[in-house]
């Protein structure tokens, strides 16, 4: 899935949100669904939501599973509505 610069941003803005105003459950911080997570060394951080889990890797690159077309519409906008109300 291509995703322009933007929203690459907001992946990771969102990514810093829910980890720094989520809740933390062993390592897992989770902020109105959407929960967040990394590997040991922070090369590799994970959102997921419902069905969605987008894996954002070093450098940029990212990749999007997701089994309903639905639950990635919504993640956006729920991702969007958590940057409008930060």
Known sequence: MY???IKK????QVF????????????VYELSG????????GYTCW???KDLTVTIMFHG???FDYQ????LESFFKKV???LADQ
């Open 3 to 5: 995703l322009d610069r």
């Open 9 to 12: 941003q907001n992946l990771l």
């Open 16 to 27: 810093n949100l829910v980890t720094t105003k989520g809740s933390n459950t062993d390592g």
């Open 34 to 41: 959407i929960r967040a997570s990394q590997d040991f060394d």
């Open 47 to 49: 959102l997921a939501y």
């Open 61 to 63: 690159s990212h990749d």
């Open 68 to 71: 309903q077309k639905d639950t």
């Open 80 to 82: 969007s509505n958590l």
